[in-house]
């Protein structure tokens, strides 16, 4: 059984995909966080994730591995655990940047594949639904207006000592949204049998129990 979680930036995704895994006893993976890890990969080397060409050329020097360790999920590139690094602001935007290029997805879909082929689980991100997994049994569309996320985004930075405006954070968002929207390749779109959950004005535990009413496991 595969659950394909897609939507926006800052919709609560993976806070909601975490809590209903543990809760059906499944596994878990989050997609974002496989691209925030090769994006960290260019940042940390000081390449222009918008080359193209560039990103190309040292995409075969990626090896990403995504490990469970006591249920936590960690991000090892080339060895290395970048899980701490990867929630930064210029790695986010960067992710969504290095999305973009279709040879970058598929080298990343080809291990989503693999995975969700492989156990029962619950996968976020922009495309599950969509491109990575169009036949997953289900099929969920998390949303919230670009304010509301925008807080949670701001709330969840300083927390980490990350100390954004408001402002700053909505026009990252609302950019992202437009980039993941209007990609050539894979973009981000409701499906027609997902079933849209707009989380704005609803509590975590309320979203949670949406989504276990609709699946029967």
Do not use: W
Request: hydrophobic share 40%.
């Amino acid at each position: 059984m595969n659950i394909a979680i897609d939507g926006p930036s800052g919709s609560g995704k993976s806070t909601i995909a975490k809590r209903i895994a543990k809760k059906l006893g499944i596994s878990y993976l989050d997609t974002g966080a496989m691209y925030r890890g090769i994006a960290y990969f260019y940042c940390n080397k000081n390449i222009d994730v918008s080359d193209v060409n560039a990103v190309k050329s040292l995409l075969g020097d990626i090896k990403l591995d995504v490990v469970n360790d006591g249920g936590i999920q960690k991000i090892i590139i080339n060895g290395e655990d970048v899980t701490p690094y990867i929630r930064q602001n210029h790695i986010s935007m960067a992710a969504s940047t290095v999305s973009k290029i279709p040879e970058v997805r598929i080298k990343l879909v080809e291990l989503q594949r693999i995975i969700a082929n492989s156990t029962d689980s619950i996968i976020d991100g922009r495309d599950i639904g969509s491109y990575v997994l169009p036949n997953a049994t289900y099929k969920f569309y998390l949303t919230a207006s670009s304010d509301v996320r925008a807080n949670r985004r701001c709330i969840e930075l300083k927390e980490k000592g990350q100390i954004f405006s408001f402002e700053e954070i909505k026009a990252d968002i609302e950019k992202r949204d437009y980039q993941d929207k209007h990609r050539d390749f894979a973009p981000l779109v409701i499906c027609d049998d997902a079933i849209v959950i707009d989380s704005s004005n609803l509590t975590i535990d309320e979203v949670e129990n949406l989504i276990l009413k609709n699946i029967k496991y």
